[in-house]
């Protein structure tokens, strides 16, 4: 059984680098053929997909965000990182990782982290 777990500060300020970790047991983030996204979903609004880091260490980003966001990983430690700069409010948003079958998010995700919830504010 696959389990994700999503880390990091719950609130960071405006124009700061919010910065996320998500450790993955029960499989390596290396297996084939698996994506390791990350997933948003600001209050009231949809699921936002961020980008994901590929098995190869590839990355792959959504168009809206590519300038902003980079996702790592530490094959070591088995977690892979999202980190987002410049934030503004409009980041606030319940953060989720998640393990897909395809780079764009397009497949669908199979497991899920809890998510956990960032807030941009002074």
């Known amino acids: 059984q696959v389990q994700l777990q999503e880390s990091g500060p719950g609130l960071v300020k405006p124009s700061q680098t919010l910065s996320l970790t998500c450790t993955v047991s029960g499989g390596s983030i290396t297996m084939n053929s698996y994506y390791w996204s990350w997933i948003r979903q600001p209050p009231g609004k949809g699921l936002e997909w961020m980008g994901a880091i590929a098995d190869s260490g590839s990355t792959y980003y959504s168009p809206s965000l590519k300038i902003r966001t980079s996702i790592s990983r530490d094959t070591s430690k088995n977690h892979f990182t999202l980190q987002l700069n410049s934030v503004t409010p409009e980041d606030t948003a319940v953060y989720y990782c998640?393990?897909?079958?395809?780079?764009?998010?397009?497949?669908?995700?199979?497991?899920w982290g809890q998510g956990t919830q960032v807030t941009v504010s002074s």
């Open positions: 998640a393990r897909d079958q395809g780079p764009y998010g397009l497949v669908g995700w199979d497991y």
